[in-house]
């Protein structure tokens, strides 16, 4: 029981939702709002490209620790991907976070592994999905609001 | 009997024997004991209830108002009995004055697009406080944008109260309809309803009450709160989901035009003309919720069967006990700290979101809500996304309140 809880709040998880990196406004980068109306969660994301490449990445708002956490991991995956790269790494980690560890081939995720607990709380799922499918419109674009509530 | 109050403290209310009636509460979560503080979204269902829903498939179901056969005689019997309880419950002179809806939001909507769109023309004002549930302010949005007509906000304090005196200087020569809540699902506030009906109708505006969060903890008397209308859910008082009712002043409900056609809301139907059945019948079109109906008379019945006074100082030791046991667990700030509260306590921790509260306390077999209750323009008063709220119910016991504070130690424990 109290092992479950263990491997959601782990201590990479509560380093991050307590100090997330690359949480500030980004001049002059595209950006996207992401909103769980039913938790009020709230982020933006901010995307600089160079090309296909992505530059810089940023984040800011408020939500708990899972969400804030997720944001603040994906921001430091991000750095240096390209586009496609960013895309099927969102895929996997949403694979990560819906059906587990083993589905996901959780050796290259690097420090994004540390949401694998999330696969066992499917209300918590939204929670560390909400910055990458607002990423996910920002690639597309941004300037839109995603309302997930995944 | 002579002086309830005595015997309140004669007889104390034995919630833990209640607790034995309801089936789900003896179920473990996680493999602990379900403490179950989530009443404010819904009740959980006693036997009685459930049993009810059962005989009546079993026993009565036929279509109501239409079969000249034996059953149709006994679903009509349930369905016009229940009305008959739903006016006793609400203290209603008439039980034609009791529409059967879906619940109150239902109820709301009803009264917006039918009451609503006849007497709101444009320029003219709609008035609510800031403490409704969205049930109680997007229905008058949606009235007030396809009229052209405003709504107006009475303001809520830092304790989660309003003042009457906001009230009676927003009550102007344009408002149309007063809508407040009884009872607030995120504070906890207990309105003076009836000081407003009479501030409201000093000035001939009618006033609907919201009772989602009433009617599951205070006596409801419409003749004595005055109002006109009286909105409450059934899966809120201990009934079925899927039925609620509507209260409204049979003058009124009479000179108010149908709301949805169908089957049932008419006397005659010709292509050229259709000649509306009488209230209630006109506002309810189609086959309704006959099953829910009755389980609803039932929970009613069990309701009263606990005696109401009994019931209100259980549900008020509750709250008060968990207001001060949830004030004094370090970092924790309740939100709202109204003169008068039922039922619900709204709480925030220091550097934990409620969203996290919630997952850690339901490993350990409490469920409460955390999130903005539906009351978002409340939450951004209070500068808030999110609260964490424990509501409660009457099987609920201190030793529950224990429970969601040793809860709370874990929560800090692990994130604080």
């Known amino acids: 029981m109290s092992s479950e809880l263990d491997d959601l709040y782990q201590e990479v998880i509560l380093d991050h939702g307590r100090r997330p990196r690359n949480f500030h406004r980004l001049e002059g980068a595209v950006s996207a709002e992401g909103l769980n109306p039913l938790c009020g969660d709230h982020f933006t994301v901010y995307v600089k490209l160079d090309g296909e490449r992505i530059a810089d990445v940023a984040f800011e708002g408020s939500g708990c620790a899972i969400s804030k956490a997720s944001a603040s991991l994906m921001t430091q995956a991000l750095k240096g991907r390209t586009r496609a790269e960013a895309e099927e790494l969102f895929e996997r980690f949403h694979t990560l976070v819906t059906e587990g560890p083993d589905k996901a081939r959780v050796g290259d995720l690097g420090k994004l592994a540390a949401l694998s607990g999330v696969s066992e709380f499917p209300t918590r799922v939204k929670c560390a999905s909400l910055a990458w499918h607002t990423l996910h419109s920002v690639l597309r674009g941004g300037g839109e609001t995603v309302i997930t509530t995944e | ?416």
Not at chain 2, 129 to 150: D, F, Y
Not at chain 2, 162 to 174: H, N, S, V, Y
Not at chain 2, 305 to 325: I, K, V
Request: proline letters at 6%; hydrophobic letters at 45%.
């Open chain 2, 1 to 416: 009997m002579g002086a309830p109050g005595l015997q309140a403290v004669a007889a104390p209310f034995d919630a833990e024997r209640v607790k034995r009636e309801f089936p789900i509460l003896a179920r473990p979560v996680h493999g602990k004991p379900l403490v179950y503080l989530d009443n404010a979204a819904t009740a959980q269902k006693p036997r009685a209830v459930i049993e009810r829903l059962a005989r009546y498939y079993e026993e009565e179901n036929a279509n109501v108002h239409r079969g000249v056969h034996l059953l149709s005689e006994r679903a009509t019997a349930a369905y016009e009995g229940a009305r008959a309880r739903v006016a006793r419950f609400l203290g209603a002179r008439d039980p034609r004055e009791v529409i059967f809806v879906r619940g109150t939001t239902e109820a709301i909507n009803l009264v917006a697009q039918t009451f609503g769109r006849a007497r709101v023309g444009p320029g003219d004002e709609v008035l609510i406080t800031g403490m409704e549930h969205h049930s109680n302010i997007v229905p008058w949005q949606m009235l007030c944008r396809e009229k052209g007509a405003t709504l107006r906000i009475v303001p809520v304090s830092d304790a989660g109260d309003i003042d009457l005196a906001d009230l009676e200087r927003l009550l102007g020569p344009r408002t149309r309809l007063l809508a407040i809540a009884h009872v607030s699902n995120a504070l906890g506030t207990v309105n003076p309803v009836k000081e407003a009906v009479a501030r409201a109708h000093a000035v001939g505006v009618p006033v609907l009450v919201d009772g989602a969060q009433g009617a599951p903890h205070l006596p409801v008397d419409v003749g004595d709160l005055g109002c006109d209308f009286y909105a409450f859910s059934g899966h809120k008082v201990y009934g079925p989901t899927g039925i609620g009712a509507l209260w409204g002043r049979l003058e009124l409900l009479e000179e108010m035009p149908p709301w949805q056609g169908g089957g049932d809301m008419i006397l005659s139907v010709s292509f050229e003309r259709t000649v509306y059945n009488r209230v209630p019948y006109k506002f309810e079109a189609g086959t309704p919720d006959m099953a829910g109906a009755a389980g609803l008379a039932t929970a009613l019945d069990w309701m009263a069967g606990l005696g109401p006074e009994a019931l209100l100082a259980h549900e008020r030791d509750l709250a008060g006990y968990a207001a001060e046991q949830l004030a004094a667990v370090p970092g924790a700030r309740l939100v709202g700290t109204p003169r008068e509260r039922a039922g619900v306590v709204s709480f925030v921790l220091k550097d934990v979101h409620p969203h996290d509260i919630g997952t850690i306390l339901d490993r350990e077999g409490v469920a409460i809500r955390t999130g903005h209750h539906c009351a978002q323009p409340l939450m951004s008063r209070f500068g808030l996304a999110a609260t964490a709220r424990a509501s409660f119910a009457v099987y609920n016991t201190r030793a529950d309140v224990d429970a969601l504070v040793r809860g709370l130690e874990k929560v800090r424990r692990m994130l604080g």
